[in-house]
């Protein structure tokens, strides 16, 4: 049972333009949520995360979006970079629990 | 500051055969976890460890142990392997503060192979 959901495998951008990677939860308990970056051969590496009490959240070329109602996330790279051609994914957990749930993945190539 | 390290970085096993993976890291965290990461899957809790002298399954614990062996270590054995335990396994650690967790830092991972 996938509680954390990147329905797209793959994105390839152009460099400058805007990334824009997606994720869904099911859990309604999910209050703290993260994005990873992760290059091959190396563990992920922390890039940003939103707690709940927010919609958005930015730091730099990175900006994560958060719509509760809707349980979904988005994480936006603008302007995009060759250097940001990672697997990007997604995590979330609820308060008082230390079991982080990550989605499956998504391959950003910036060209 | 090394962070967190893991031993071995690549590992081949035959079925049944037995091994134990180590972490340490040296951020003075006082919660640690293993996941293993397998194709279309993503990451997959195994089990965590909330603090020294506690730990906890995960999302798929079925054919691990673990051992929290003071606050730096913690160790995941595979007492009799399956082909189905091949994966990378990641070690990573993070502050628990008792409500949230702080972002978590990983290893560089092991790639383990059964055969």
């Known amino acids: 049972d996938q509680q954390v959901k990147q329905n797209s495998p793959s994105l390839s951008v152009q460099e400058g333009r805007i990334s824009i990677l997606n994720c869904d939860y099911t859990?309604?308990?999910?209050?703290?949520f993260l994005w990873y970056k992760k290059y091959p051969a190396e563990g992920p590496t922390f890039l940003i995360s939103i707690s709940s009490i927010k919609d958005k959240n930015e730091d730099g070329r990175f900006t994560v979006f958060l719509n509760k109602s809707a349980k979904h996330l988005s994480l936006h790279i603008v302007p995009s970079q060759p250097g940001d051609s990672a697997v990007y994914f997604c995590a979330a957990s609820a308060r008082g629990n230390n079991d982080m749930r990550f989605g499956a993945g998504t391959r950003l190539t910036v060209k | 500051n090394a962070g967190v390290t893991q031993t071995p970085k690549f590992q081949v096993l035959k079925t049944g055969q037995s091994m134990t993976l180590q972490c340490a890291q040296d951020?003075?965290?006082?919660?640690m976890y293993w996941y293993r990461q397998d194709p279309g899957m993503g990451l997959r809790l195994i089990y965590y460890s909330a603090s020294e002298g506690t730990t906890d399954k995960g999302e798929v614990p079925n054919g691990y142990n673990v051992s929290r062996l003071n606050k730096r270590e913690f160790s995941l054995r595979l007492e009799s392997a399956a082909p189905s335990q091949t994966s990378v396994y990641f070690c990573a650690s993070s502050e628990w503060s008792g409500d949230l967790s702080g972002e978590q830092y990983f290893g560089p991972g092991t790639r383990l192979t059964v055969t």
């Open positions: 859990n309604s308990m999910f209050d703290y």
């Open positions: 951020m003075n965290h006082n919660s």
